[in-house]
């Protein structure tokens, strides 16, 4: 029930008016002198306890008159599709309708729902709506997503309406529905008073719709609680969809691409293809790998794909919405040379089985898989003559060298821009010896003795060091040490991995820091096998390809792409003032000038691969869906602030939802009757 005046509400408290009375005003018998009372008494007793009756009932019947007359001047409006159909009674009934319709275009409308579209289904409750208006009735349509569209002339051509609805599609943005009921209210307001007014929002109730929507509806601008709101909602359908792509090389001369998967009602798992133009402006085939989701991610190791990749990936099979199951890259990137790296040791027992060295040797030897080598090495002993540290793009110290001439050499490749890869706890030492101490002041480092018991990795939260690299896989607490470096101070460098004693209590493990132009990286504990076991974990090999990779400073490939209607801004070598082509996934061809070398471009409505050519340049840039904003969920609001339509009655409901039954007049007799009642009882019992 609603009330079309619910002010005179505020008068129910009346009710309770003839009870104040009775009370307050109550009639005292008359006093009448009577010589006997004995036959009085009698009577007396016969007659008081349908006398104190018949009392309560007139001071009833005045209550409920008092109260049927409240509730007939706040015109309440019964919603009841059987008594809707009684036409004198019918709210607003002879008042024509001015009617807007919300029609949503966000891409959760392509999800499909009883053999077709959500949109279609929506479509097509519009349709039998607008069948049942009459020839004074008016309506509006407004397209919206995230943005209003243009147009919302009222007609009375219900059929043309009808029709550009059945013709639209929905598009590939997320949803808003303040904008919208904003934006409907706004052309209600301008339409005349005495006109019955409406809005039907053909939508799903989308829940991410309501992120900027207020908690009270009467907060909207121009809201009229007086205007009928009506909507539809879908119930959640499973859905997966790939949320995130990223690239990087893996060191030797190939390129490794990552898809991140979402899933809502689903496992997010599954197979996909990576579908991949090696070369855009070449116009070479395309190259097609397999993978498989695993825990929402999969890695496609797909060798050398040659200068600036591009392509998409894929879900395999279909959900509930297709239009998500496809992401979309393209990367400037491009081969590098093989870069070398030099490991040096001390003594010959460190490449043996177990030791430090003999490990990263292993590292290095290996070549495929996700943890490729990241570099060539040569492993030399720290007493070789006419070692040049300059030759090398990075240095990784297995043990810190026993001759202190060391540290000047080391400190000056690092200020000149190289990589050093510290492991601080030698082969057997029982405690650092000077030499250490020199290096370690040399890294701005404050180092303490050794410290033996049990230690277990743990990654600290909170640190960016390792973004890019997916480490979730791992149990880091299974990898532990026997013996680590104390340290009594490390300003300046990051801890992006901790040991932890037994009782809890953390050391740096890995520390990193920028020194002069070079990276250092330093490792508190050892690679031998007899202090430290995380050479014989899995994570080994991933967490040395990073490392050197950070040590050579390898920077990840670019991503050159923009969200769905987003600009993106390109990049000449030229710097003259040119015409760009730049084609879009539907073929459609559009023109913009490049000046200083740059060109921006905004027509990106739909997902997919673009291409621009400026000759003798050329390129392809990627366009995916926004995955912020909660639209590939499917979720819808449990509570939408309209009345939500049946799907297998629609019209029915709109028409109880719009008229319903105003029973005021009903109230009224009503009233009258528990007046007649009232009056009639109260004669009765004088």
């Known amino acids: 029930m609603r009330f079309l005046n619910p002010s005179i509400l505020w008068l129910l408290p009346l009710g309770a008016l003839p009870v104040l009375i009775h009370f307050i005003f109550s009639l005292k018998p008359a006093r009448i002198e009577f010589s006997s009372v004995f036959l009085l008494w009698s009577v007396r007793r016969a007659r008081r306890r349908p006398t104190r009756l018949l009392q309560t009932l007139i001071l009833l019947l005045r209550c409920l008159a008092v109260l049927a007359l409240v509730f007939a001047f706040s015109k309440p409006v019964l919603e009841s599709g059987t008594l809707s159909r009684l036409a004198g009674f019918a709210a607003g009934a002879g008042r024509p309708l001015s009617l807007v319709l919300l029609a949503d275009r966000s891409y959760s409308m392509s999800a499909s729902f009883g053999g077709r579209t959500r949109y279609a289904f929506a479509a097509g409750t519009a349709e039998r709506i607008l069948g049942t208006l009459g020839e004074k009735d008016e309506a509006a349509l407004v397209f919206f997503d995230e943005s209003l569209g243009t147009g919302a002339d009222w007609t009375a051509d219900f059929g043309a309406l009808s029709k550009t609805l059945a013709a639209a599609r929905p598009g590939y943005k997320a949803t808003d529905y303040r904008k919208a009921l904003e934006k409907a209210y706004g052309l209600l307001a301008l339409r005349p008073a005495g006109r019955k007014k ?382 760009v082509a730049v084609t879009a996934p539907d073929g459609a061809k559009a023109y913009v000038f490049a000046e200083g070398g740059t060109f921006k471009y905004g027509l990106t409505s739909r997902p997919g691969l673009y291409r621009w050519s400026a000759p003798p340049e050329a390129g392809v840039f990627a366009v995916n869906l926004d995955h912020r904003k909660g639209e590939s969920a499917l979720l819808a609001s449990k509570n939408p602030p309209w009345r939500v339509l049946r799907p297998e009655e629609p019209a029915a409901d709109f028409k109880s939802a719009l008229y319903g039954v105003e029973i005021s007049q009903f109230l009224l007799f009503l009233a009258l009757a528990f007046f007649l009642a009232e009056f009639m009882l109260s004669r009765k019992a004088l």
């Open 198 to 579: 409406a809005v039907l929002i053909l939508s799903d109730s989308a829940q991410n719709g309501f992120a900027g929507f207020p908690k009270n509806i009467s907060a909207l601008s121009a809201y009229d609680p007086q205007a009928g709101l009506m909507g539809l909602s879908f119930a959640q359908s499973p859905n997966s969809w790939i949320r995130e792509l990223s690239g990087r090389q893996d060191g030797a001369g190939g390129f490794e691409l990552s898809a991140y998967s979402g899933s809502e009602g689903g496992d997010g798992g599954g197979e996909a293809a990576l579908s991949a133009l090696p070369s855009p402006s070449q116009g070479r085939a395309e190259k097609t790998i397999t993978g498989r989701f695993r825990n929402g991610a999969a890695v496609f190791d797909s060798g050398t794909l040659g200068p600036d990749p591009a392509g998409r990936v894929e879900l395999a099979g279909s959900d509930a919405l297709n239009s998500d199951n496809a992401a979309y890259f393209a990367f400037q990137w491009s081969a590098p040379s093989e870069p070398k790296a030099l490991a040096l040791y001390n003594g010959e027992q460190a490449l043996r089985p177990g030791g430090g060295a003999y490990f990263i040797k292993k590292f290095f030897e290996a070549g495929s898989g996700r943890a490729r080598r990241p570099a060539r090495a040569e492993f030399l002993q720290y007493s070789e003559e006419r070692i040049r540290l300059g030759d090398y793009g990075a240095v990784i110290l297995a043990g810190p060298p026993d001759d202190a001439r060391w540290t000047k050499a080391v400190k000056d490749y690092l200020s000149a821009g190289g990589g050093v890869f510290l492991i601080a706890v030698p082969d057997g030492r029982e405690s650092p010896g000077r030499e250490q101490d020199a290096l370690c002041k040399a890294f701005g480092l404050k180092c303490g003795g050794f410290s033996d018991g049990k230690f277990s990795l743990a990654q600290v939260r909170g640190s960016a060091f390792f973004d890019g690299e997916d480490f979730s896989g791992f149990d880091l607490s299974k990898a532990t040490a026997r013996r680590i470096l104390l340290l009594d101070g490390a300003s300046g460098f990051e801890v992006p991995w901790n040991f932890k004693d037994e009782a809890g209590v953390s050391y740096p493990a890995l520390l990193y820091k920028r020194q002069g132009k070079g990276r250092l990286l330093v490792w508190t504990s050892s690679f031998d096998l007899g202090l430290a076991d995380l050479p014989a974990k899995p994570v080994f090999a991933p967490f040395m390809a990073f490392n050197v990779k950070k040590l050579f400073a390898l920077a990840a490939p670019a991503s050159r792409s923009a969200p769905v209607d987003g600009l993106y801004e390109g990049r000449l070598k030229s710097g003259d003032r040119v015409r």
